[in-house]
């Protein structure tokens, strides 16, 4: 007696889920998607630029530079947003080489005050036209610093300057629609704002020795920073012999 009942039971549990696989299905497959969407990263506007870099080697180092920096970045952007996209001024890997020192790391990496006060100086809390750079001149920067632009507003044609950088007006559009790109040849740094960074980093080592709390190192190898020179020196005569082949 009680083996039938038990067996009845098993049979009606059977036939109702039999009856509701399809809608179960349908309902995990639901649930899958929801899922799937609730764990995916949201895009925003650092990660957007990072891969709009992805095809331009030549800004990789500013892309490594905001992913270091991507959440204080991001904090500070979205904190003072009121306006419609963003345009971000991009300079090249060349622009950073030049102005920093040869002998020592990196104080882009090691710094991160550094590192996001100079890129927040690059932001502007809108998206920037082509037009808007050839007639306007001063910008508030994402840091709530003004920067200066130079143009020719009679003739509203380049070349244009932002802080006396080059600004190449073909723009690097993101795919998202949330801003918009703009190369430059120099960073918005000052050579203080270098020096301050370095200072505050007494311990990094270099090829010579630590750098003492004044910025200099000892034991310096003179053969050493002749071979950083020489290495300067020959890019330079790289670029201009490519541009005067016309391959800059």
Not at 119 to 126: D, E, G, P
Not at 140 to 151: E, F, P, R
Request: hydrophobic share 40%.
């Amino acid at each position: 007696m009680v083996g039938t009942k038990t067996s009845f039971r098993s049979y009606n549990c059977s036939s109702w889920t039999a009856r509701l696989s399809p809608v179960f299905l349908v309902l995990l497959a639901v649930f899958h998607l929801f899922t799937m969407e609730a764990n995916a990263q949201p895009s925003n506007i650092i990660t957007e630029i990072r891969q709009a870099f992805s095809s331009h080697k030549e800004l990789s180092r500013v892309a490594n530079y905001l992913n270091l920096g991507e959440t204080e970045i991001l904090q500070s952007l979205m904190n003072g947003q009121t306006g419609s996209g963003f345009t971000f001024f991009a300079p090249t890997n060349w622009a950073f080489t030049r102005m920093l020192p040869q002998d020592i790391s990196d104080p882009f990496f090691v710094d991160a005050k550094l590192r996001q006060n100079v890129l927040l100086h690059h932001f502007v809390r809108r998206s920037l036209t082509k037009d808007d750079l050839l007639t306007k001149s001063e910008l508030i920067m994402a840091d709530g610093k003004s920067s200066t632009l130079a143009h020719n507003a009679q003739t509203g044609d380049g070349p244009v300057q932002i802080n006396k950088a080059n600004v190449n007006l073909e723009p690097i559009q993101l795919a998202s629609g949330m801003g918009v790109i703009y190369v430059v040849d120099q960073v918005f740094v000052t050579p203080q704002e270098i020096d301050e960074a370095i200072r505050r980093h007494p311990a990094v080592e270099t090829p010579w020795g630590p750098i003492n709390p004044q910025g200099q190192t000892n034991n310096q190898d003179v053969e050493s920073q002749t071979v950083v020179v020489d290495l300067v020196a020959e890019f330079l005569r790289e670029e201009a012999a490519a541009a005067a082949g016309g391959h800059h």
